[in-house]
Every structure is written in structure tokens, then in C-alpha cells.
């Protein structure tokens, strides 16, 4: 299958720092999820933005996409210790195929 | 990262009757998921399925609706019983190794349509 890309691949901040977190992909979309896994758990959606949207806000999260660079980044503001987890973006280029990210792992230090 | 073969791809099922999708895994893995994916929307995780005992359901999902087995390390079924047409959806397995941080594997998917 063809697989996005995140960078990085893991991110280790402080609490109260902000965390930025790329995906780009190649094929063209209809939307582009991002999830959260905690360990051992599985994915759970955060926010999707679709493919006529340029920014998303939900919370202490903010998503953007550039159709044109084929590429999105989620923020997420003010970290704290609970936001450790890997975080992938998720690809919707048709009804029956999906598309992830390899994954960024936070780890968030108190 | 593992591999995984879901069949059916998709089917066309009355309303009332019961569909089994099945995930089968080329090597062992520690965990394996259930997700739905309604019409336009994102995925939603139904359960997580526990090797040898029951599966464990997420907030909205119950095991009357949606049996679960997982008999081995490699293998699990989802069952959508007594079906109605709110059920059309995309199905999903994914796989991952507990502790790897990634390497999450979905299958192809299941798409049900319920008449």
C-alpha cells in the first residue's frame, strides 16, 4: 500500500511547549484524518480536515492542509505530560482505500 | 510490518440477517482492532480484540451487536448481527505490536451495504 509520511518520527518536549508534526502524501485526497495511540490502545480519531479546507481548530489542536504541497501538520499548543502518545495521519483517497502515516511519537516531560 | 487479508471486500446483505468479516494476519500480533467507518465520516473504533477472552467495547458499541472472536494471535472475526440499513459501512481490522509505538496495519476494509 502506499504510505504517507510524518516527520518526525519522534518528538520529545516539555510541558507547556508547543508540538508541530508534518504528514505529506502523494496521491490525491478526499480527506485527511489525524490520530492519536496511546500504548497498547487503538487509534483515536482527533480531527479531519477536508480537502477544500485550509485550517482546522479543535481545542489545543490546530490542523492544516496544502493540497497543493500535499502535505498537513498538526499542532498542538500548550503540551502537557497526558498528550504523550503516537500521532499518525490518516489519508482518505477513495471510498474503500485508506492511507497512514508512519507515525510521530510525542513524548511530553513534566 | 504485518500483513492483513480481510475478506469479504464487500457485500450486499438483508436486513435482519448477520454478517461475519474475517482478518487473518501473516505473523503474530499482540493486538487487533475493529473499526467502522460510516458514509463521509471518520473511523470509529468498535473494539479491541483480546486473544482468548472477551473483546473490549468502546463507549456506543455492545457485544450482542457486534461478536467479536479472536481465537489465536493471527486471526480474528467481527459478526454485524440482525442488520439494519444504519449499519452500510466501511469495516476495518488493524493490527499493531504493543510497544512499537507504530507500525499499525489496517486491512483492506469491508464494505457492507444493508438493504
Known amino acids: 500500500s502506499q504510505q504517507g509520511e510524518e516527520d518526525p518520527q519522534a518528538l520529545s518536549i516539555q510541558e507547556g511547549e508547543n508540538a508541530t508534526m508534518n504528514c505529506s502524501y502523494k496521491?490525491?485526497?478526499?480527506?485527511l484524518q489525524w490520530y492519536r495511540q496511546n500504548s497498547g490502545r487503538g487509534l483515536v480519531h482527533l480531527i479531519l480536515?477536508?480537502?477544500?479546507?485550509r485550517e482546522k481548530h479543535s481545542g489545543r489542536l490546530r490542523v492544516t492542509l496544502d493540497t497543493s504541497k500535499k502535505s498537513s501538520s498538526l499542532l498542538i499548543t500548550a503540551s502537557r505530560a497526558a498528550d504523550t502518545a503516537s500521532y499518525f495521519c490518516?489519508?482518505?483517497?477513495?471510498?474503500?482505500?485508506?492511507?497512514f502515516g508512519a507515525g510521530t511519537r510525542l513524548a511530553v516531560h513534566p | 510490518s504485518a500483513v492483513i487479508s480481510q475478506k469479504p471486500s464487500r457485500d450486499i446483505c438483508q436486513r435482519g440477517t448477520s454478517l461475519t468479516i474475517q482478518c487473518q494476519v501473516d505473523?503474530?500480533?499482540?493486538?487487533m482492532f475493529w473499526y467502522r467507518q460510516q458514509p463521509g465520516q471518520s473511523l470509529t473504533l468498535i473494539a479491541t480484540a483480546n486473544q482468548g477472552s472477551e473483546a473490549t467495547y468502546e463507549s456506543g458499541f455492545v457485544i450482542d451487536k457486534f461478536p467479536i472472536s479472536r481465537p489465536n494471535l493471527t486471526f480474528s472475526t467481527l459478526t454485524v448481527s440482525n442488520m439494519s440499513p444504519e449499519d452500510s459501512s466501511i469495516y476495518l481490522c488493524?493490527?499493531?505490536?504493543?510497544?512499537?509505538?507504530?507500525?499499525?496495519?489496517f486491512g483492506s476494509g469491508t464494505r457492507l451495504t444493508v438493504v
Open positions: 480536515i477536508r480537502s477544500n479546507e
Open positions: 496521491t490525491s485526497i478526499n480527506n
Open positions: 488493524s493490527s499493531t505490536n504493543a510497544g512499537t509505538g507504530y507500525g499499525y496495519t
Open positions: 490518516l489519508f482518505s483517497g477513495g471510498y474503500n482505500k485508506l492511507i
Open positions: 505473523s503474530q500480533v499482540t493486538m
